[in-house]
């Protein structure tokens, strides 16, 4: 419906608001349809604090089971620390399957389930991937809005910061530590299995991502790095993540070539003629390199022609 406001505040004697310009039928509709809205932006906001809550009670048991025995490096418990801050419960659970219990009981090392290592290895590289994707959303909005950036420029920072987090900060440390081999050379020996690992995260993750972007050009309470439901999408986003990376992490395993420190004594010590680690090569992980760039490519079209 097109008003002309001049024409239509002439008709009205003396209007002291805009809601005297139209119909009782009209406004209690408007009414209705706001008290919605203020229900679920209620409705959200008490999920969010309740998601806290549960994330403050993770970290409490976290620093406590640290504090007291548990004697993990300074590096892996940073790490923890930002795994357990970014997935609450399920970042304590993998603490405590895939890292305490092995470190507890050296024995099980060897035969510690699949699973509890593709967990561990899964949150482990996907926090890596959020902190990078938090980097590259906040570009959006620090430096160049949504609209202003070109879908390359884009596309670039969403893929580029996830692997430099992931690769330089979080897995070349950790596989140089445990293969006791120069950090450039970890880098090498892990940019195929990193490259992977994170093609199937951001299938999961840019959907979550992609919504968000588009919601945050439209709505000004969700712009910026400095709102809460930014935090919330990045969170969103790491799960999705982490479903999508998760059979892969688990493949990996079975095959013997996860890269997890299930090989670190509780003394931060770890034996070398234990330390069996295998990367991958391009001979046995072509088909999974094909598999993930074919999925993010279709992830990419579809979330880009949905933003453009």
């Known amino acids: 419906v097109k008003l002309n406001v001049a024409e239509?505040?002439?008709?009205?004697?003396?209007?002291?608001?805009?809601?005297?310009?139209?119909?009782?039928?009209?406004?209690?509709?408007?009414?209705?349809?706001?008290?919605?809205?203020?229900?679920?932006?209620?409705?959200?906001?008490?999920l969010l604090w309740a998601w806290l809550v549960l994330v403050a009670a993770s970290l409490v048991v976290l620093i406590w089971d640290l504090a007291h025995g548990m004697r993990a490096l300074w590096?892996?418990?940073?790490?923890?620390?930002?795994?357990v801050a970014l997935f609450g419960p399920l970042g304590l659970m993998a603490y405590l399957y895939s890292y305490r219990q092995p470190l507890r009981s050296p024995g099980l090392q060897a035969t510690m389930a699949n699973w509890k290592c593709a967990f561990g290895e899964t949150l482990f590289g996907v926090v890596g991937y959020a902190i990078g994707i938090a980097l590259a959303f906040s570009t959006f909005y620090l430096?160049?809005?949504?609209?202003?950036?070109?879908?390359?420029?884009?596309?670039?920072?969403?893929?580029?910061?996830?692997?430099?987090?992931?690769?330089?900060?979080?897995?070349?440390?950790?596989?140089?530590?445990?293969?006791?081999?120069?950090?450039?050379?970890?880098?090498?020996?892990?940019?195929?299995?990193?490259?992977?690992?994170?093609?199937?995260?951001?299938?999961?993750?840019?959907?979550?991502?992609?919504?968000?972007?588009?919601?945050?050009?439209?709505?000004?309470?969700?712009?910026?790095?400095?709102?809460?439901?930014?935090?919330?999408?990045?969170?969103?986003?790491?799960?999705?993540?982490?479903?999508?990376?998760?059979?892969?992490?688990?493949?990996l395993s079975r095959h013997g070539l996860g890269c997890w420190p299930a090989h670190l004594h509780a003394d931060g010590e770890i034996k070398r003629e234990e330390n069996t680690i295998v990367l991958p090569s391009l001979g046995n992980v072509w088909g999974g390199l094909l598999l993930s760039f074919s999925l993010l490519c279709g992830t990419i079209v579809l979330v880009f022609s949905n933003l453009f």
């Open 143 to 251: 430096i160049l809005s949504l609209s202003e950036s070109s879908p390359l420029s884009i596309a670039a920072r969403l893929y580029g910061l996830p692997l430099v987090v992931g690769l330089l900060i979080f897995r070349a440390p950790l596989v140089a530590f445990l293969m006791g081999s120069r950090y450039w050379t970890a880098v090498g020996r892990r940019f195929l299995t990193e490259v992977i690992s994170l093609n199937f995260a951001l299938v999961g993750m840019l959907p979550v991502g992609g919504i968000s972007l588009s919601l945050c050009e439209r709505h000004l309470a969700m712009k910026g790095p400095g709102s809460a439901l930014f935090w919330g999408v990045i969170i969103l986003g790491a799960f999705a993540g982490a479903l999508t990376v998760y059979p892969f992490s688990v493949w």
């Open 75 to 83: 590096g892996m418990r940073l790490i923890w620390l930002l795994i």
């Open 8 to 46: 239509e505040i002439a008709k009205t004697p003396s209007p002291t608001r805009i809601r005297d310009l139209f119909s009782q039928d009209t406004v209690g509709q408007a009414s209705k349809e706001f008290q919605a809205y203020q229900k679920k932006i209620t409705a959200w906001e008490n």
